[in-house]
């Protein structure tokens, strides 16, 4: 993938790569719900959800059913692509537990200890930047927060690498696709 210079030290999928990527979920989805990890994650009602590095909202919905009217769901990326594809799933299912927020410079309007759990899945591999993007996950989430990290396009060796780098995360559990971490 030809690099895309931005702001937040992300690469920036181009637009193509990225309406190929969301017709690959909805084609997926269409035959069988691919995204049923999130149901793995415990997520529990009136929670404080933070799906970064949303895309184009394959597990949006999910999200907003597990928390239920209590709770709130954060849909953040980087690709203004992927925040008008979540925007029209809230409209069509009329989810008003979502917000959505376009990242920028490896910060994100979320106030400080809000999250109760965030995902960052099949995106890590993006960031060039890791310690920043790893603050700020930290920043954004609560003391007690998980943070459910999917290795994406990297090896295991490397994504344990950069979390243990940032300083900011432990890691609790590994799962065969995701890591399980906590703030230190």
């Known amino acids: ?15 193509l790569a990225f309406r190929i990527m969301t017709l690959i979920f909805k084609t997926a989805n269409f035959f069988k719900y691919k995204g049923k990890c999130i149901d793995e994650f415990g997520i529990k009602k009136g929670s404080i959800v933070i799906d970064y590095g949303c ?3 394959m597990h949006i919905k999910r999200a907003s059913e597990l928390v239920g009217n209590e709770g709130l769901v954060y849909a953040v990326d980087i690709h ?3 925040i008008k594809s979540v925007k029209k799933l809230t409209a069509k299912y009329n989810l008003d537990n979502v917000k959505t927020l376009q990242t920028t410079e490896n910060k994100v309007e979320i106030p400080d200890n809000t999250g109760d759990l965030i995902y960052a899945l099949d995106m890590f591999h993006m960031v060039k930047d890791y310690n920043s993007f790893l603050a700020e996950l930290n920043r954004i989430g609560k003391s007690d927060c998980v943070l459910i990290l999917e290795d994406g396009h990297q090896s295991r060796k490397k994504t344990i690498e950069k ?16 890591m399980i971490c906590n703030p230190k």
């Open 80 to 82: 203004e692509l992927a």
């Open 163 to 178: 979390v243990e780098e940032s300083g900011c995360w432990k890691i609790v559990k590994e799962h065969k696709k995701y």
């Open 55 to 57: 895309g184009p909202g």
């Open 1 to 15: 993938m030809k690099e895309n210079k931005s702001v937040n030290k992300f690469e920036k999928m181009p637009n």
